[in-house]
T-cell receptor, first 115, second 113 residues
């Protein structure tokens, strides 16, 4: 089944403890992206990647890192999480990028709480 | 930077009614616009993708239109059902690179049986 998977789905952690949220897609998509969703603010893009080893900042990249070493995986890294990073996170992928007119496919989301 | 706005934030209608959800965007040089549905606590489901060269897209009881010149898109839902209750989001990419994606804050729809 074609899908975008994220792990973990739920995570409660403490301030400053490094964590990684994994994202994987099995559709051979070139474009992958991370978003966070907060009440009243909607979904905002954190980082995106056009292909392996190519990543760019979205609107809210501060406090996050990403890497794209393999086409299928796009992990989101929080080196030192803070309470303001408590949010619902979504990973998404698209065949060749949004400018090519492709739609995005979203993962199920990861609910992160930082205490 | 693209800004996407959805009005109203919430909408409640009786079952069977036809309804229109609105989406406006500031940068009209968009490549496409996408409508999503989100159920509470769940992920996003793509409903319709309209390319910049198209004016409408239809899927079942859903019809989305795109008017680039006015910076507006509408999602028309015919004969609404309680199962249509969800939050509806529209999103558009930036025009410069086309690879940054901007969402509206959504319209929360409740269809009353």
């Amino acid at each position: 089944e074609a899908q975008v998977t994220q792990n973990p789905r739920y995570l409660i952690t403490v301030t400053g403890k490094k964590l990684t949220v994994t994202c994987s897609q099995n559709m051979n998509h070139e474009y992958m992206s991370w978003y966070r969703q907060d009440p009243g603010l909607g979904l905002r893009q954190i980082y995106y990647s056009m292909n392996v080893e190519v990543t760019d900042k979205g609107d809210v990249p501060e406090g996050y890192k990403v890497s794209r070493k393999e086409k299928r995986n796009f992990p989101l890294i929080l080196e030192s999480p803070s309470p303001n990073q408590t949010s619902l996170y979504f990973c998404a992928s698209s065949p060749i990028g949004l400018a090519g007119g492709d739609e995005q496919y979203f993962g199920p989301g990861t609910r992160l709480t930082v205490t | 930077k693209q800004e996407v706005t959805q009005i109203p934030a919430a909408l409640s209608v009786p079952e069977g009614e036809n309804l229109v959800l609105n989406c406006s965007f500031t940068d009209s040089a968009i490549y496409n616009l996408q409508w999503f549905r989100q159920d509470p606590g769940k992920g996003l489901t793509s409903l319709l993708l309209i390319q910049s060269s198209q004016r409408e897209q239809t899927s079942g009881r859903l019809n989305a239109s795109l008017d680039k010149s006015s910076g507006r898109s509408t999602l028309y839902i015919a004969a609404s059902q309680p199962g249509d209750s969800a939050t509806y989001l529209c999103a558009a990419p930036s025009s410069n690179t086309g690879n940054q994606f901007y969402f509206g804050t959504g319209t929360s729809l409740t269809v009353i049986p």
